[in-house]
């Protein structure tokens, strides 16, 4: 893909680096060439020094060709036009903004802008971690009907596939991540102790769950 991110701040540091080491083709806009020489000198992509909603500097990082632009700068304002130049006038085909006033994502969202709100992200983020139990949902489709899991490896389900826990329809292994790396697993991959097992489970199947992993009878 060829992806142009506007502002190199933090996150926008961080996305450009993680989009060239997939092998992306991407372009950096900057006005500061300090926030530019973050990257480093084994950044692959291209630095641009400019206002990320110049046409010209635009046109200069490739956005007649590009498939994605990323409005990543601190200000809301400078990312909404930027963005809506890169959709409306060069018609990108994938157009992310990131926004901090969550009450202006929403706004956009309703104008067919794809918005990311990092105070409101973090917010739910943090409420999760704060309030997290062991088989509290990590996140809950619908009205809760549906909820996604993460546990560690029960001592019970150590050795034992992931066929074994696997219920059509209630209970579905998405992913496993072990030793700080995530995988999707086959059904005759075997549990490993200190496993992360990511799972989403039907809330009218719980206590079916919970006894599979042991934990009916206090385990």
């Known amino acids: 893909m060829k992806i142009i991110v506007m502002g190199c701040g933090r996150v926008g540091e961080q996305l450009a680096r993680l989009m060239s080491d997939e092998g992306h083709q991407v372009a950096v806009i900057d006005y500061d060439p300090n926030a530019l020489s973050r990257l480093g000198a084994d950044f692959k992509g291209l630095r641009i020094k400019g206002v990320g909603f110049d046409r010209r500097v635009l046109i200069q990082a490739g956005i007649e060709q590009a498939d994605a632009f990323a409005a990543t700068s601190p200000t809301d304002n400078v990312n909404i036009v930027a963005a809506r130049i890169a959709r409306n006038l060069f018609h990108v085909p994938r157009v992310v903004t990131r926004l901090y006033d969550p009450r202006r994502a ?100 719980m206590d079916r769950f919970k006894a599979l992993l042991g934990l009916d009878e206090g385990g």
Not at 116 to 135: D, M, N, P, V
Not at 169 to 177: H, L
């Open 106 to 205: 929403e706004i956009y969202r309703r104008l067919g802008l794809l918005t990311i709100s990092s105070t409101t992200w973090g917010a739910e983020r943090i409420r999760e971690l704060l309030t997290y139990a062991e088989l509290d949902p990590v996140m809950t489709f619908g009205n809760g009907e549906v909820c996604i899991l993460s546990i560690e490896t029960p001592p019970n389900l150590a050795g034992h596939m992931v066929k074994n826990l696997n219920v059509s329809g209630e209970i579905v292994v998405t992913a496993i991540t072990r030793q700080g790396r995530a995988f999707i697993p086959l059904l005759g991959t075997e549990f490993h102790r200190e496993d992360i097992i990511h799972l989403v489970v039907l809330a009218s199947a």
